[in-house]
C-alpha cells in the first residue's frame, strides 16, 4: 500500500511559479508510473502531467505544455511539478498519483492505483 502526501501548493499571483513535491512511502515507488492530476470546482478531475518509471517518458497536457515539468528522483521517492507562468484557470487541487507501469504511460484516472489527498492551488489575477 503506497502512501502519497503532496506539498507546496498555496496562493500565488498570475504569471508566479510553484513547485509541488509528492513523497511516497511503503512501496516500489521506482517501478511506478507517476502522473499529477487536478481537478477545479465544478470539474471533472484531469490529468496534468506524467512520468514513467524509467523516467524517460513524459506526458503534458496540452494547456501547460511548455510552462510546467514533472520530474522524479526515485532515489528520494518523491516527484515534482514545477509550474511557471500560472494562470488563473490553473486555479485546482493537484494529486499526486502512483500507477503500476502497464508498458505504456497510462493518463487515465482509473489507471492510477494510489492518491494523495491534494493541495490546493489558487492563482490571483
Known amino acids: 500500500q503506497m502512501h502519497l502526501v503532496e506539498s507546496g501548493g498555496g496562493l500565488v499571483q498570475a504569471g508566479g511559479s510553484l513547485r509541488l513535491s509528492c513523497a511516497a512511502s511503503?512501496?516500489?515507488?521506482?517501478?511506478?508510473?507517476m502522473a499529477w492530476f487536478r481537478q477545479a470546482a465544478g470539474k471533472e478531475r484531469e490529468v496534468v502531467a506524467a512520468?514513467?518509471?524509467?523516467?524517460?517518458?513524459?506526458y503534458y497536457e496540452e494547456s501547460v505544455k511548455g510552462r510546467f515539468t514533472i520530474s522524479r528522483d526515485n532515489a528520494k521517492n518523491t516527484v515534482y511539478l514545477e509550474m511557471n507562468s500560472l494562470k488563473r484557470e490553473d486555479t485546482a487541487v493537484y494529486y499526486c498519483?502512483?500507477?503500476?507501469?502497464?508498458?505504456?504511460?497510462?493518463?487515465?484516472?482509473?489507471?492510477?492505483?494510489?492518491w494523495g489527498q491534494g493541495t490546493q492551488v489558487i492563482v490571483s489575477s
Open positions: 511503503g512501496g516500489p515507488f521506482s517501478s511506478y508510473n
Open positions: 498519483a502512483a500507477g503500476m507501469s502497464l508498458g505504456y504511460l497510462q493518463i487515465e484516472v482509473q489507471k492510477y492505483d494510489y
Open positions: 512520468i514513467s518509471w524509467t523516467t524517460e517518458v513524459t
